[in-house]
């Protein structure tokens, strides 16, 4: 294999990549660097103000992208944003489900107990994660499913192999968007065509607007109690940077990765490989 070759693996000129919640830290991230790498890039969510930290990276090109309001648990919204997102890009190549989160009330503390944890907060957490990749996959691989091939990369968790503490929610959740791959990516592939994959990536920890101020002071920038924990057991000995699940996107996104599917692929520093001794 030559360079040329080679370098032709990662080129996304052209291609159609839908991303939800693409707005966010990781997912912005992600939608800069595909449009970087000349991609046709659809932003699909609730905020239909692109941050200017992203607008400035996307702007310089050479992909084209669009902003799309949506909603990851509102069927009828991501219906209509597909149909907007044909109309100007074509048929969609790519699905990247980015949207998730935990929510502050779905959180064990000193002064709430995991017995006290609200429904209504659990609740969330379980539609925004699960549900909201179930039904985007749904809605986009459709389109997949009719073309004969399409690429479905979702976002789990670290915590999906080993729940964290104070987020049984989160991390519950997280392990079913695992499970979720693993069961799509089998039932694409079997029930529709061999060149429909799906895959998932596990971020570990780190720093983004949900997480910041449970893992570093907001007054002093240092490090909390929980900030330090996970320092300390991380091998790399640092929080994950946005751009280091670059890496890993693009094997999954590009004919690279053609014979790779139903995998979750862990980007977590070392986290999971050390066992504190």
């Given at each position: 294999m030559n360079l040329q070759e080679l370098t032709q693996w990662y080129d996304f000129?052209?291609?159609?990549?839908?991303?939800?919640?693409?707005?966010?830290?990781?997912?912005?991230?992600?939608?800069?660097?595909?449009?970087?790498?000349?991609?046709?890039?659809?932003?699909?969510?609730?905020?239909?103000?692109?941050?200017?930290?992203?607008?400035k990276p996307m702007d310089a090109g050479p992909g084209k992208y669009m902003v799309v309001y949506g909603d990851v648990l509102k069927r009828e919204l991501l219906e209509s944003a597909a149909a907007d997102i044909r109309a100007a890009f074509g048929e969609i190549d790519?699905?990247?489900?980015?949207?998730?989160?935990?929510?502050?009330?779905?959180?064990?503390?000193?002064?709430?107990?995991?017995?006290?944890?609200?429904?209504?907060?659990?609740?969330?957490?379980?539609?925004?994660?699960?549900v909201g990749t179930?039904?985007?996959?749904?809605?986009?691989g459709r389109f997949m499913a009719e073309a004969g091939e399409?690429?479905?990369?979702?976002?789990?968790?670290?915590?999906?192999?080993?729940?964290?503490?104070?987020?049984?929610?989160?991390?519950?959740?997280?392990?079913?968007?695992?499970?979720?791959?693993?069961?799509?990516?089998?039932?694409?592939?079997?029930?529709?065509?061999?060149?429909?994959?799906?895959?998932?990536?596990?971020?570990g920890f780190f720093l983004t607007k949900q997480n910041r101020f449970l893992l570093t002071d907001e007054t002093s920038g240092e490090l909390t109690e929980r900030g330090r924990q996970i320092i300390d057991h991380t091998p790399m000995g640092r929080f994950g940077k946005p751009e280091d699940l670059l890496g890993a996107v693009y094997f999954l996104l590009s004919s690279a990765s053609e014979f790779v599917t139903g995998i979750v692929m862990p980007i977590d520093g070392g986290f999971a490989a050390y066992s504190g001794v």
């Open positions: 000129d052209g291609k159609t990549i839908v991303i939800t919640g693409g707005t966010g830290v990781l997912g912005g991230e992600i939608a800069c660097a595909l449009v970087g790498c000349g991609a046709n890039v659809a932003v699909l969510d609730r905020n239909p103000n692109l941050p200017e930290e992203l607008k790519i699905l990247i489900n980015a949207a998730g989160g935990n929510h502050p009330k779905a959180t064990t503390s000193a002064d709430v107990s995991f017995f006290d944890l609200p429904d209504e907060a659990l609740r969330f957490v379980f539609d925004l994660n699960i179930i039904l985007p996959s749904q809605v986009f399409g690429i479905i990369l979702n976002i789990s968790s670290m915590s999906a192999f080993t729940p964290l503490t104070r987020i049984p929610g989160y991390s519950a959740a997280k392990a079913g968007v695992s499970n979720f791959t693993q069961w799509l990516a089998v039932h694409m592939a079997q029930e529709y065509s061999p060149y429909i994959r799906v895959n998932a990536i596990a971020p």
